[in-house]
């Protein structure tokens, strides 16, 4: 099969998607003309023309909250946030609009949006610009809420995501855009992932480590040495969607392993694997052999300092050792 | 600051209103006197306890939402923030459903999950209904964005209030509008207050609210008397005409005045003196008496020979009869099931798709 980059991948979804359905438009800043900050939607204007492809001003209340507007109308929006941590400024719109106007509708409202962009550290860009917010946005019923590890996911779950007829929250990672990966041809016919179905991406039958986004990449890192060194085998499931999740595929890894490694780039308290532990401790209690752990970012705002940044996130080392301890 | 003010001008001769036919005027009177009723009635059931939380009434109001709407056609879209039972009733929803809404109950338009900050009517143009103050303004200028993307000629009809000018979402919209020529019309009901903060002590101003859209690039307007019908019509014409003939912004604010509370349970809005409370029952009296839309546009109707004193007793008590069967309808009404809390979340859920049924999507028990 061939192989392209996570951003082809995306970049391949837009145009697919965009040549499918008039209705579907991407915005943003800096998307059109400039090709994307980080090359995302690179020649999609030069193809498509202002109407598909608009750059926005610096406004993501504005432009966010005009989107969900306009897919109430029936348009499809697919919002670029230049970096997901600037949600916060738009939250209004994403939170209480596109979030709650088909409840408070009675059904009545539909909002078809995407709002994506990178949500990750590791790039040393501080603080303020390297938010992990999935576990924010799936706090909010009525918002779903996806974060593809390869090339192949990122494609396949893209065009789901702009043709579901919810708000949907694509979360990318600037550190994946580089990478490579198999993606069907799109001469083979349409490739589409649904949401809400997780990937075992490695078989192993001692210990199970779940995870989504990159940190599915460092889960996997981890299990290759534990493989190596220690001759433990790991399970790796990509959970890939967090909202809806594939509560079958966690449960049906944690009674073939009895030991649960979570790996997860949100901080620990309330991040998305705090939701997981919960529901493997209540739906796979007696499966358990030993209590379910966490490999979270350290609990801190995310430091610059480009060494220790990265002994902030998850790290492979993190991982071994917290399997260790449980095996 | 902008008060009410009587028009030296004669508004039913300009154009837009001397096209109007006799039985047009005796329904915009009649729209008005509906929405007074209704609300009067919804108050009443109010101090009975048969709803809860908070109840914005727009009596006093009620010659901006019905002027404004009944200018707009087809493709024309209305949308407002949570004082929006006057804008509901003027875009033809009926009194049963928007009762029902107020009471909690299924047959409510919004099934008893929204509100009475939360009316929504799409198939009536009518988009909400937002509890968030100046929350809506962004979604005004989508609906604009859309009708532009689709290549109808319609326009976007966006209330708010002068607190809400202050809001950043407010000033992101006009930005947008004004940068991408969106048919959009932000109509700043300006009835003085805020909550218990007068304008005064809220906005930084030049001579009106509406005159920052001119740092934008955007025509503002205003209507001095907004319990004027015909005055609110002309103004709000001329914006929908430039929306639609040239897809540009507009930026209107309308003088009006509440006179209830800024909710029903507001215990400093009628006090002797402003030392007890943030406005006075004296100057209450002066804008119900000087400047109420209904009694306004009754008397220049009357005068004009198209209605009648007894004609319009008769309007009242078919509103006052509607409204009582709509509190019997809400009081009869089923409330929703805690089952019901759990549709209307997701589309997908909703309809069974195969997404729907993929993976959990709710985290309960
Ligand atoms: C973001 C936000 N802040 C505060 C409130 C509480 N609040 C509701 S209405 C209101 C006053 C708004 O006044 P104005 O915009 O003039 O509208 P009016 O009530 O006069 O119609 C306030 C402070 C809110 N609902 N939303
Ligand atoms: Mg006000």
């Known amino acids: 099969m061939r192989t392209i980059t996570y951003r082809q991948a995306l970049n391949e979804a837009f145009d697919e998607e965009i040549q499918r359905d008039p209705n579907v438009f991407l915005i943003g800043e800096e998307v059109a003309e400039y090709d994307g900050a980080y090359k995302v939607t690179q020649g999609l204007w030069k193809k498509h023309g202002d109407k598909r492809v608009v750059d926005s001003p610096i406004s993501e209340s504005g432009f966010i909250g005009m989107a969900v507007g306009a897919s109430m109308l029936g348009l499809r929006p697919v919002c670029e946030l230049m970096f997901w941590s600037f949600y916060t400024v738009a939250w209004d719109q994403i939170a209480n609009n596109a979030g709650m106007v088909r409840y408070m509708s009675g059904g009545l409202i539909n909002c078809p949006i995407v709002i994506r962009g990178p949500a990750n550290g590791g790039t040393n860009v501080g603080a303020t610009h390297s938010h992990t917010p999935e576990n924010i946005m799936a706090t909010i019923p009525g918002l779903k809420v996806v974060c593809p590890a390869t090339a192949r996911d990122a494609k396949g779950l893209m065009k789901t995501a702009i043709r579901d007829n919810d708000p949907v929250m694509f979360m990318e990672n600037t550190m994946l855009y580089g990478l490579e990966g198999e993606v069907p041809d799109p001469a083979d016919g349409d490739f589409t992932i649904p949401l809400g179905v997780a990937d075992l991406k490695r078989e192993g039958g001692d210990v199970s480590l779940i995870a989504h986004g990159r940190s599915v990449l460092i889960a996997l890192e981890a299990a290759e040495i534990l493989s190596a060194e220690h001759g433990i085998e790991c399970d790796v499931l990509d959970l890939r969607s967090i909202r809806p999740l594939d509560e079958e595929a966690i449960l049906e890894t944690v009674a073939k392993t009895s030991r649960v490694v979570l790996v997860d780039e949100n901080k620990p308290f309330c991040g998305v694997s705090a939701q997981i532990a919960a529901l493997i401790q209540e739906k796979a209690f007696d499966d358990l052999d030993a209590p379910v752990q966490r490999v979270c970012s350290i609990d801190a705002p995310a430091i610059y300092s480009p060494p220790v940044e990265k002994e902030q996130l998850p790290t492979a080392r993190r991982v071994i050792d917290k399997v260790l301890s449980i095996i | ?365």
Request: with cysteine; glycine share 10%.
């Open chain 2, 1 to 365: 600051m902008p008060v009410l003010a009587e028009s030296t001008t004669d508004f039913s001769k300009t154009e837009i209103n001397a096209a109007l036919t006799a039985e047009q005027k005796r329904h915009l009177l009649r729209d008005m006197i509906r929405i007074r009723e209704f609300e009067t009635g919804a108050f009443e059931q109010y101090q009975k306890k048969k709803m809860g939380g908070f109840l914005h009434l727009y009596i006093g109001q009620e010659a901006v939402a019905v002027g404004s709407v009944s200018l707009m056609g087809d493709n024309d879209h209305v949308i407002t923030a949570y004082r929006d039972h006057g804008h509901a009733l003027a875009v033809g929803m009926g009194m049963d459903e928007c009762m029902a809404e107020l009471f909690g109950k299924r047959t409510g338009c919004s099934k008893g999950k929204g509100g009475s900050m939360h009316f929504f009517a799409p198939d009536k143009n009518y988009w909400g209904g937002h509890g968030i103050v100046g929350g809506q303004t962004p979604l005004g200028l989508g609906l604009a964005f859309g009708l532009k993307y689709k290549g109808l000629k319609g326009c976007s009809m966006c209330f708010l209030g002068d607190g809400a000018v202050n809001q950043g979402a407010y000033h992101e919209s006009l930005n947008l509008a004004g940068l991408w020529d969106l048919p959009v019309i932000y109509v700043i009901e300006n009835n003085g207050y805020s909550m218990g903060t007068s304008q005064k002590r809220s906005s930084a101003f030049n001579t009106c609210l509406a005159e920052r859209a001119a740092g934008y690039g955007i025509i503002w307007d205003v209507v001095r008397n907004g319990s004027d019908l015909y005055e609110v019509r002309e103004v709000v014409g001329r914006a929908v005409e430039r929306a639609h003939a040239e897809s540009r912004p507009t930026v209107l604010e309308i003088s009006t005045y509440r006179y209830e509370g800024h909710s029903v349970a507001d215990a400093k809005h009628n006090k002797q003196t402003l030392q007890e409370g943030y406005r006075t029952k004296d100057e209450i009296e002066h804008y119900r008496k000087n400047f109420d839309p209904i009694g306004n546009f009754s008397e220049k109707l009357i005068q004009e020979g198209v209605t009648t004193e007894e004609e319009i007793k008769e309007i009242r008590k078919a509103a006052v009869a509607e409204t009582r069967a709509s509190v019997t309808f809400a009081d009869q009404s089923a409330f929703p099931t805690a089952e019901d809390l759990l549709t209307d979340v997701y589309s997908e859920v909703d309809h069974n798709t195969l997404a729907g049924r993929t993976g959990r999507h709710f985290f309960n028990d």
